[in-house]
């Protein structure tokens, strides 16, 4: 059988183009985001509809997150492989931030990871075999101005990532994130031109990355290649943070 593999925030942007390459390999894809896109229709509808799932769940709902990874084992058997994906960022001073806006970047980034985390572990526990890739940022590491909750998240990721591969190691379970720099999806569609351009000028290839900069080091770390690899963040960038 396949390997499964369950992406969340897979309905676009990074996620999407995560869930279309895993697909196109021969995996069984599941996702959710909140809301359905056009893509998710397409794919289920698709010659491998019967390798892919997509439900609409909320991430920051916890009850929810585990119905729905229930739901995978019952139909697929199994969790080979979990990619945090799913975000959310929210620009704006942190000294102007509101309490709503902050439980809400918590709620989503890291407890939801959190949730999606505990509940997919359960059934690698019982296989003694597992990948976990987090989707972290290189804001985490380095910074940006206004992105202050947004930065804290994704800090904590790689602090998962490193925790949690102390823990599940002996189970055969890596654990490793992936840092991405400033991708052109949605997310990024409110830097104004002159961030953009600056962006562009500091990155020493030139040019923002694209979903498909990433899909290929998923590959790897979901491979057999990176039987010794865990508790690592991999910074895909253009160089931007060198
Ligand atoms: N774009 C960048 O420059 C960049 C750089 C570094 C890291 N990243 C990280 O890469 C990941 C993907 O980002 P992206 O650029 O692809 O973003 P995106 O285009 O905004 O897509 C985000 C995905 O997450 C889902 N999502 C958001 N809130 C959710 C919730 N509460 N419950 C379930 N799903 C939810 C969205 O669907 P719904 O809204 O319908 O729920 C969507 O499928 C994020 O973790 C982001 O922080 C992005």
């Given at each position: 059988?396949?390997?499964?593999?369950v992406?969340?925030?897979?309905?676009?942007?990074?996620?999407?183009?995560?869930?279309?390459?895993?697909?196109?390999?021969?995996?069984?894809?599941?996702?959710?985001?909140r809301?359905?896109?056009?893509?998710?229709?397409?794919?289920?509808?698709?010659?491998?509809?019967?390798?892919?799932?997509?439900?609409?769940?909320?991430?920051?709902?916890?009850?929810?997150?585990?119905?729905?990874?229930?739901?995978?084992?019952?139909?697929?058997?199994?969790?080979?492989?979990?990619?945090?994906?799913?975000?959310?960022?929210?620009?704006?001073?942190?000294?102007?931030?509101?309490?709503?806006?902050?439980?809400?970047?918590?709620?989503?980034?890291?407890?939801?990871?959190?949730?999606?985390?505990?509940?997919?572990?359960?059934?690698?526990?019982?296989?003694?075999?597992?990948?976990?890739?987090?989707?972290?940022?290189i804001?985490?590491?380095?910074?940006?101005?206004?992105?202050?909750?947004?930065?804290a998240?994704?800090?904590?990721?790689?602090?998962?990532?490193?925790?949690?591969?102390?823990?599940?190691?002996?189970?055969?379970?890596?654990?490793?994130?992936?840092?991405?720099?400033?991708?052109d999806?949605?997310?990024?569609?409110?830097?104004?031109?002159?961030?953009?351009?600056?962006?562009?000028?500091?990155?020493?290839?030139?040019?923002?990355?694209?979903?498909?900069?990433?899909?290929?080091?998923?590959?790897?770390?979901?491979?057999?290649?990176?039987?010794?690899v865990?508790?690592?963040?991999?910074?895909?960038?253009?160089?931007?943070?060198?």
């Amino acid at each position: 059988m396949s390997r499964v593999v369950v992406v969340s925030g897979g309905s676009r942007g990074l996620g999407e183009a995560i869930v279309r390459h895993l697909l196109k390999q021969g995996d069984t894809v599941c996702t959710f985001s909140r809301s359905r896109t056009p893509a998710m229709d397409e794919l289920e509808a698709g010659e491998n509809g019967e390798r892919f799932l997509f439900e609409s769940v909320d991430i920051a709902d916890s009850d929810a997150v585990r119905a729905y990874v229930k739901q995978v084992v019952k139909r697929y058997g199994k969790v080979d492989c979990l990619i945090n994906n799913a975000g959310i960022a929210r620009d704006g001073l942190l000294a102007m931030q509101s309490d709503a806006e902050i439980d809400l970047l918590l709620g989503v980034n890291l407890k939801g990871t959190l949730s999606l985390s505990r509940a997919c572990i359960r059934p690698m526990l019982r296989a003694k075999k597992g990948r976990i890739i987090q989707i972290s940022s290189i804001i985490g590491q380095r910074g940006y101005r206004g992105l202050a909750t947004y930065a804290a998240t994704k800090a904590a990721m790689d602090g998962l990532t490193r925790s949690l591969a102390r823990e599940l190691g002996e189970r055969n379970i890596t654990v490793n994130s992936i840092a991405p720099g400033y991708l052109d999806t949605e997310m990024s569609h409110g830097l104004d031109d002159n961030q953009r351009g600056q962006i562009i000028r500091r990155t020493p290839l030139g040019r923002l990355g694209t979903p498909a900069d990433i899909v290929g080091l998923i590959d790897y770390l979901l491979s057999p290649a990176a039987d010794f690899v865990t508790g690592q963040t991999v910074v895909v960038d253009g160089g931007i943070t060198v």
